[in-house]
């Protein structure tokens, strides 16, 4: 073995037995084993070739998430291993995913429950309570506040069985 620093707490440590190598660990336990006992310290890899360079960290300054950062060290993607979420764009994910940006699906989008309450919000845009019937779409504001619209090849205003193209019914 080779260690190169202190002997207890090693800056570089490489187990002749394993080839597994420690920084800041004389006991790695995977190939590569990064440690920074400090409380509340952050570590983090930069990995880089001759036109990128990206950095992995474990952010123990804010609640040791994992983030996976740009060139300029911002945070690309952020996982919070409290509660498993995952945010793209954004450092503090309020759900299993949150992306801050646009979503681009060149397949399928699916909400896999059929409970009312989903939020789709842009600018111009409000989408609420949206619903799977068989092949259809439903999208309500509240049939107190002026109707609902169904999507099912034709479209519907006011009627949930529109008999043609653009039906508009009061």
């Known amino acids: ?17 394993t080839g597994k190598v420690g920084i800041g660990t004389a006991g790695p336990s995977e190939m590569l084993h990064i440690k920074n006992a400090s409380v509340d310290s952050t570590s983090r890899l930069l990995i880089e070739n001759d036109a990128a360079k990206a950095y ?5 300054g804010d609640a040791d998430k994992i983030q996976l950062l740009d060139a300029n060290a911002d945070a690309a993607f952020t996982f ?7 945010g793209i764009g954004t450092t503090e994910p309020a759900a299993k995913l949150d992306v801050n940006g646009s979503i681009v699906s060149n397949n399928t989008l699916t909400m896999s429950t059929n409970v009312a309450g989903y939020e789709i919000t842009t600018p111009g845009i409000y989408v609420t309570d949206i619903t799977r019937i ?8 509240s049939t107190a506040s002026g109707g609902v619209a169904y999507f099912n090849g034709n ?3 006011g009627t949930s069985t529109p008999s043609q193209v653009l039906t508009v019914q009061s």
């Open 155 to 157: 479209v519907g205003i």
């Open 56 to 60: 992995l960290q474990v952010n123990g």
């Open 80 to 86: 919070d291993p409290s509660n498993n979420f995952l």
């Open 1 to 17: 073995s080779l260690a190169v620093g202190t002997t207890t707490v090693p800056a570089l440590f490489v187990n002749s037995d």
């Open 134 to 141: 068989e092949s259809s779409l439903l999208v309500g504001y």
